[in-house]
């Protein structure tokens, strides 16, 4: 087993043990007025899997039009995932305009196993982390209906989703579907398959909760 597939299985059970607890939680509501900038999001990427960089970047691609229709602009940092893989937190901070998100994509998922769906495809740990298994990307993709990259990219903004909506936030149809068979597929292949109305509403309002806690925390920092 190669070092890096090492650390990735050493973050996944440290990750693991944190969604035990976190299933039920769900963010905070924000009763803030809007904000007068557009609702903005910064993800920053440990890619695990070595995820080919082309396939990789039309995923991202995906998830920032499934946002788009949100209403919320993505951002994407891809960064080199840290040697100490227990660090929850990366070294530097995100962008003081925007919801700071840490996705991790992982070849696959072996401890957590037992705690996840049998279909699921990743798992998000509130308030700011989510981990996709390419693996299970990987078997959806086999089935010919839609191309790795928009199932990856479908992913990625599945659970981004529950770290807005919260955990128990699963809808019949959409993006937030909880699994993903012919019909979902089908519409992830045509770039259809979206946030409902409502959900998107409750995401931006999140998006910008989080940006003004961002902000406020960004300029009582002190500069060293």
Not at 13 to 18: D, M, P
Request: net charge neutral.
């Amino acid at each position: 087993m190669s070092k890096t597939s090492k650390d990735a299985d050493r973050f996944i059970f440290l990750l693991s043990a944190a969604i035990v607890t976190s299933a039920a939680c769900a963010p905070a509501q924000s009763a803030a007025s809007p904000l007068a900038e557009p609702a903005k999001m910064h993800v920053r990427v440990y890619d695990y899997a070595q995820v080919p960089p082309k396939v990789l970047a039309k995923a991202e691609g995906q998830a920032e039009m499934i946002f788009r229709q949100a209403g919320v602009e993505v951002t994407w940092e891809n960064s080199t995932p840290p040697k100490d893989v227990s660090m929850a937190k990366p070294v530097s901070p995100h962008p003081a305009d925007s919801a700071g998100i840490d996705l991790r994509i992982v070849a696959h998922f072996e401890s957590t196993t037992r705690v996840l769906r049998y279909d699921a495809m990743g798992f998000a740990v509130p308030p700011d982390t989510i981990a996709i298994s390419l693996e299970s990307v990987d078997k959806l993709a086999s089935l010919g209906i839609a191309e790795g990259y928009q199932v990856l990219g479908g992913a990625m903004a599945h659970e981004i989703g529950h770290l807005f909506l919260g955990a128990n936030s699963h809808s019949a149809v959409g993006i937030m579907r909880a699994g993903w068979k012919e019909q979902g597929l089908t519409e992830a292949s045509q770039a259809r398959l979206n946030f409902m109305p409502d959900q998107a509403v409750r995401i931006r309002a999140e998006v910008r909760h989080r940006q003004e806690q961002q902000q406020t925390a960004s300029a009582s920092t002190p500069l060293k």
